[in-house]
Nanobody
């Protein structure tokens, strides 16, 4: 089995910064895509950013220029540096990964438990 554990959420004032981390552990051969999603109260879960094993990145328009995704493949960890935070960034942030558990096996999707980010005005 594979587990994703997030950390780094919290309460911050508008304009502040937070850094989220998500560490994957368990039976892992390789991690193809790692990503962050978020879900605000009463809204659908939305994609924030993705990063591939080749470090190609993608961002939602709402966070471009403010958030930076990165990964440490040796640690099976993905990070999300969030700067210039706005109240509308308030949400539960979820880590997501597509993991290949063996050399010839299929890839599976995994989610973390979520971490709360609250930005006060």
């Amino acid at each position: 089995q594979v587990q994703l554990v997030e950390s780094g959420g919290g309460l911050v004032q508008a304009g502040g910064s937070l850094r989220l981390s998500c560490a994957a552990s368990g039976s892992i051969f390789s991690i193809n895509v790692m990503a962050w999603y978020r879900q605000a109260p009463g809204k659908q879960r939305e994609l924030v950013s993705t990063i591939t094993s080749g470090n190609n990145t993608n961002y939602a328009d709402s966070v471009k220029g403010r958030f930076t995704i990165s990964r440490d493949n040796a640690k099976n960890t993905v990070y999300l540096q969030m700067n210039s935070l706005k109240p509308e960034d308030t949400a539960v942030y979820y880590c997501y990964s597509i993991v290949q558990r063996t050399y010839s096996g299929s890839a599976f999707q995994y989610w973390g438990q979520g971490t709360q980010v609250t930005v006060s005005s």
